[in-house]
């Protein structure tokens, strides 16, 4: 048996380890490798390899000191090509040459990397095994750098510095000097060379976090394709050349790479002539250039940057440290050595996507991986030598930028100049409804919304605070003063702020046609290709005005209230939240117009403004809702320690969730207890979780805040989330940790046992094996108290009409698989149930095998429920297994942990979520993006969108090329022609009743919509006229005929509808056959026979209830029919069915419904979801 390879320590600091290639004639031989230490002062000369490692696992064989090391394959395939027929090749490399086991060791050497890099004789560029268009790049680059950079004495120059030798003279025309390569790009055949070229620009290499020191440090780099090599300076010469391509709209059409951002291609090259000029990189500029760069260890975002900062006491990241205090530490860092708050400026992620425990003043380096994340671009201009506005910049010495003990609260002084007392709507970022290459125009109509949006905002006044025209004052604050020509200056990216001759010509804005000229301007920077140069500055951002007057462009997350102070050091404005008497949650930067160069802070001084102290800390998102609540929960400690301490008392005036139980009785229309409901069950849902991880206690605390307020969590529970009382029940007694509400004889070993009854055998176990793992072509097994037998059992009380949600004593599983057997009776098989089947009959066997001590086996199936299944799905059933709870639960090793994927960090956020829409609710209502959109205009979104969203290789599959599915109008969307006159009206008299009239204006526009790829997206609702039918729908017998969109039962206000039974139904059904076995779902216009018994109810129990309730469903109403006139008046009624749930819900018409399927088509498609299923859709809109 072969011995697993074994380091032997370094000796000490200043040592490492060489890899000695071995030679061989063989290419195909068993790569033969020794590893020897050596101090890096006396070492000999060797190479360093720079590659990318890949996601496949370590499974090639080296031999390394006679015995076998695995690697990635990406590596062997390197180490192969560089092995040498005759001489041995020394080198190092970071997978072979570092123990990566050895934390210790990791942090000494990353410490190491400058030295190690920058005294190799060559860094070598592992790009990738050769293949046809690769060879044909090479060769394009070297034809290219013989081209443009052929002055011999240049080239030879002994001062040159191969690390600066491919800047573009600043001096030289681009057309002059880059044109004997134009000219080549004109011939017949070499744009496909010149593409190939390009394509190595894309290569993974440039988007990892360790290859961008790699290829800063060492002046000698070469990259490897295959077997062909060539310098480094090749490709940089290329991306120099692309970037001024695209700058002089000279760009040959093959540049739009989504892939390739020539920015971050750029920065190389200046890092390198920084690592010439200066001998080290800034941080804030280090910081900048992970950008596009990925790691597998986020915290490698900055310990990936050790070797090319200057080294500092102040900032030695180790990988023992969590990432947040990595990037904490590493941003205060970067405050200090730049004595400004311009790199506030990298804090540019989308807020909503931010890792929820880092400080709000604390970029998340991690989301900047990938390329276009950039969600707005930052007004200090981070990297700019000097700043473009000066709001308060330090005159003289240190602006006195300081931290807490621990890093996480950073204190700046300054002064509050205004609170914001307006803000406008957002303006639309780059990745608005996908924009793309060659359709911006929706980005185009929403930025002219914005425009004229914010242009309503301003007062009837016609004159600015600063005494300047109020006009001219908007244009200049909507373009933060900058000159929006693509870009300032040849060489790129540098902004400019607006000149007289500039501001003569921006009153030409406040007309039609200057509008459209500037949004001409900003409408090229939406295309990839422009992407790569600047992101503008109105990307996402959103116009406000203060208390005093002052007009302002700040972050998408601005508030009214949010405090506008200038900070000592900062060149811009900041806006700042309170988050606590003495704490502040930083927001963004801001442009406000009047003071960006200085105005306010010399005004302040001068009148001997005392400045005051400003801590800024966590950031609490637009809710600050269950602050305490979530606080008191703590760090969640190492997987092998079950918290058991008290949570902390909670301040119950600072719960955001008390304006949620106030606005139910609210007077205004606008009041909504179904949102507080959906935020109650999503409280309920983040305890279970924190249950199962371990944190009983704050789950406990969770439900005792519901409960404090007269809200009892499992009347909440029984239907939509029953797997609380079992999960908190076991928990409560793994932990003996039983709250005072819950009464004793509930807490009885009888009462627990009811949660758990099935047939305790292995008999039993493997019938839920079998069921497990061939899922419905099983029979269901039919054997008492198990269940399986409760389906069964779930299924005949259905059928005889006696069946409820809380009939069953034994646990919410066979609650869930009630609904499974209603299906399984239908013939209908949806693939998530298919996966519910899988999921319980492993927690069955799971079980069982537990509670009969098999542990290998029980083991085996902890292994493949931790592996197989999403988060929830673990959760929910895992919590429902009282012999679970013993292993979930216990200390020290808690062997579940191991295999389960559920994280505390993406569990607290879920209750601030929650609640945060359901506040947006209440306050606003649901969010419409297309209220008011023709119905014209809705069919091409829905079209367009659908088919931007479609996974292509399923699209191919779907269509097969023997069913092309004939779209003559729209070969790339869903449309058809639509009807004739004469078509709709034989519709009419075939169906013998005369349709709506906004249902035959849609199908003049189109006949139907063509199914895109699957039931879940559901487009083929809509079927063509030929296909519309009256149908008898026997299958909707018994279920209730609601005509409101939200029909929860409400506790809160005891606002229930028991609407009329479907008796009989016949309909007119608009999606086609009801048998055919490919559609999930159905749309029906029912007419007066079905609506009027449902309206009558409706009005009568309206009459019966007390105020509050009528302005509910008022609320209700307004929602779905515009007005109770309209809803009264109410010919045809329009209501989907879905296979994935019972529920019916009704739309306002045809237009209503293109509108909601025009929302739901922005979203990509999700695993297992419906996106027009209802419960979803209320989410969507809240």
């Known amino acids: ?250 760009h040959k059409g093959a540049l739009a790479r989504r892939d390739m951002t020539l920015g971050a291609l750029m920065l190389v090259e200046y890092l390198r002539k920084d690592m010439v000029v200066q001998g080290k990189i800034g941080l804030t500029m280090a910081l900048y250039s992970t950008w596009n760069r990925a790691s597998s260890d986020p915290r490698d975002k900055v310990i990936g940057l050790l070797g090319i900062i200057e080294p500092r006491d102040s900032l030695k990241p180790e990988y023992s440290w969590s990432v947040e205090k990595v990037y904490r530490v590493a941003m205060r860092a970067a405050l200090v050595e730049d ?88 303006a639309p970022g780059p990745d608005f409804e996908n924009v793309g290459e060659t359709n911006p125009e929706h980005w185009r109509s929403s930025m002219r919304d914005t425009l004229n949006h914010w242009r309503s905002l301003l007062p009837p006044n016609n004159s600015y605070v600063t005494g300047e025209n109020q006009a001219m004052a908007f244009w200049r604050t909507v373009l933060v003063d900058l000159n929006q020509g693509r870009l300032a ?59 005093n007057g002052y007009m302002g462009l700040g972050p998408p997350d601005i508030q009214t209230g949010d405090a506008i102070c200038l900070l000592l050091g900062g060149s811009v404005a900041y806006a700042l939240r309170r988050s606590a008497p003495e704490t502040w949650t930083y927001v963004g930067e801001c442009y406000v117009h009047g003071i960006m160069d200085g105005e306010a802070a010399i005004k302040a001084i001068e009148d001997k403004t005392d400045f005051v102290e400003y801590r ?56 909504d207890a179904r949102s507080l409901t959906q935020a109650i069950r999503r409280i309920i849902q983040t305890a279970v979780d ?94 008492n108290g198990t269940l399986a037998g409760q389906v069964v059992q779930a299924e005949a009380m259905a059928q005889n009409g006696f069946f409820s949600y809380s009939a069953s004593p034994n646990g919410p599983m066979s609650i869930r698989y009630m609904k499974i057997a209603m299906w399984w009776r239908q013939g209908i098989f949806p693939y998530p149930f298919v996966q519910l089947y899988r999921t319980a009959g492993l927690m069955i066997a799971l079980d069982i095998y537990l509670r009969l001590g098999k542990e290998e086996k029980a083991r085996e199936l902890f292994i493949k429920v931790g592996y197989r299944f999403h988060a929830e799905e673990q959760v929910e059933q895992l919590a429902c297994s009282r012999a679970a709870w013993k292993q979930i639960l216990a200390v020290p090793e808690r062997p579940l942990l191991d295999f389960l994927n559920i994280h505390a960090a993406k569990l607290r956020p879920a209750v601030i979520r929650a609640c945060q829409m359901a506040e947006n609710r209440l306050q606003g209502g649901p969010r419409r993006r297309y209220a008011g959109q023709s119905i014209e205009k809705l069919v091409h979104i829905i079209s367009e969108n659908t088919f931007k969203n479609c996974p292509y290789e399923r699209l191919d599959a779907y269509r097969p090329p023997d069913d092309l599915r004939n779209r003559p109008r729209d070969v790339d969307g869903l449309l058809r022609w639509g009807c004739t006159g004469s078509g709709i009206v034989a519709l009419e008299e075939r169906l013998g009743v005369n349709l709506p009239d906004d249902y035959k204006e849609y199908l003049g526009i189109t006949n139907g919509l063509d199914s895109m790829w699957d039931g879940q997206n559901l487009v083929d609702y809509l079927a063509g006229a030929q296909d519309v039918n009256w149908q008898e729908m026997d299958f909707l017998e018994g279920n209730e005929l609601s005509l409101l969109s939200d029909r929860e039962p409400l506790a809160v206000t005891g606002n229930m509808l028991e609407w009329p039974k479907f008796k009989k139904p016949r309909c007119i059904c608009l999606s086609g056959d009801i048998n055919d076995e490919d559609t999930a779902g159905h749309l029906f216009l029912i007419d ?85 299923e209802p419960r979803f859709r209320k989410t969507a809109n809240a």
Not at 368 to 376: A, L, Q
Not at 649 to 656: K, M, Q, W
């Open 1 to 250: 048996m072969e011995q697993p390879f074994t380091y032997s320590p370094l000796p000490s600091n200043g040592w490492f380890r060489l890899l000695s290639i071995l030679p061989s004639h063989d290419e195909t031989s068993d790569i033969l490798c020794e590893l020897h230490h050596h101090e890096l002062s006396t070492c000999p000369q060797y190479e360093a390899i720079s590659y990318t490692w890949g996601n496949e696992d370590a499974t090639k064989r080296l031999l390394v000191n006679g015995t076998v090391f695995e690697v990635r394959p990406n590596l062997h395939a390197a180490l192969r090509a560089f092995r040498q027929p005759l001489e041995a090749n020394l080198v190092w490399v970071d997978a072979v040459c570092i123990n990566q086991q050895d934390q210790a060791e990791r942090n000494r050497q990353v410490l190491q990397m400058n030295q190690i890099y920058s005294q190799a004789q060559a860094v070598d560029v592992w790009l990738g095994t050769v293949d046809e268009t690769s060879d044909a790049g090479v060769a394009f680059l070297t034809k290219f750098y013989t081209l443009v950079f052929h002055d011999r004495s240049y080239q030879q120059s002994p001062s040159r510095d191969t690390r600066t030798a491919t800047m573009y003279p600043d001096s030289t025309p681009f057309h002059e000097f880059y044109a004997p390569i134009l000219e080549l790009l004109d011939e017949p055949g070499v744009l496909t060379a010149f593409n190939h070229a390009v394509a190595l620009l894309s290569n993974s290499w440039w988007k990892r976090i360790w290859t961008l020191q790699e290829s800063v440090l060492c002046p000698n780099v070469i990259c490897w394709s295959g077997s062909k090599m060539f310098p480094f300076e090749y490709l940089l010469g290329l991306s120099h050349f692309l970037y001024h391509l695209v700058n002089n709209d000279a």
């Open 690 to 783: 924190f249950a199962v991880i371990g944190e009983v206690d704050g789950a406990t605390r969770l439900l005792e805040i519901l409960k404090s307020r007269g809200i009892d969590p499992f009347q909440y529970s029984d239907s939509d989330y029953p797997f609380l009382k079992p999960c908190m029940f076991f928990a409560w007694e793994a932990t003996s940790s039983w709250p005072s509400w819950i009464p004793e004889e509930e807490r009885t070993e009888e009462k627990l046992q009811e949660l758990e009854k099935w047939d305790v055998t292995e008999e039993t176990a493997e019938k839920a094996l079998d069921m497990a793992y061939n899922g419905l072509t099983t029979t269901l097994p039919d054997f």
């Open 489 to 547: 200056s040849k060489k790129g990216g540098t902004p400019k702020r607006l000149d007289k001759n500039d501001l003569q010509d921006l009153l030409h804005l406040e007309t039609p046609e200057g509008m459209e000229g500037l949004l001409n301007t900003w409408e090229s920077c939406l295309r990839p290709v422009y992407r790569q140069l600047r992101l503008i500055e109105q990307f996402n951002r959103r116009f406000f005005r203060t208390e």
């Open 339 to 426: 004595g400004n708050l311009n790199c506030l400026g990298l804090i540019s992620e989308k807020k909503q996507s931010r890792n929820k425990s880092l400080a709000s003043w604390v970029p998340d380096f991690e989301l900047h991986s990938e390329p276009f994340r950039d969600y707005i671009t930052s007004l200090s201009k981070v990297l700019n030598k000097w700043s473009i506005y000066k709001a308060f910049m330090s005159q003289e010495g240190s602006p006195g930028i300081t931290t807490d003990e621990d890093d996480s609260v950073l204190i700046l002084k300054g002064f509050c100049l205004d609170s914001v007392s307006v803000v406008g709507t957002q």
């Open 1088 to 1172: 007066q026979d079905l609506l009027q018994p449902a309206k009558d109810y409706f009005f009568k129990t309206y009459e019966e209830r007390n105020d509050t309730q009528r302005r509910e469903l008022d609320r209700l109403v307004q929602e779905a029919y515009g007005s109770m006139e309209n809803f009264r008046n109410l010919e045809w009624g329009l209501i989907s069915w879905t296979a994935w749930d019972f529920t019916v819900c009704p739309f306002n018409g045809i237009r209503d419904f293109l509108e909601q399927m025009a929302e739901a088509s922005l979203r990509q498609e999700r695993p297992w979801l419906n996106m027009f």
């Open 616 to 671: 800024i800390v966590w950031s609490m998102g637009n809710l600050r809702l269950f602050h305490a609540a979530i606080s008191a929960f703590g760090s969640i400690s190492s997987p092998k320690n079950m918290a058991t301490s008290r949570p902390k008392d909670i301040d119950t005036e600072h719960l955001r969730f008390e304006f949620l139980l106030r606005h139910v009785d609210d007077e205004p229309s606008i009041a």
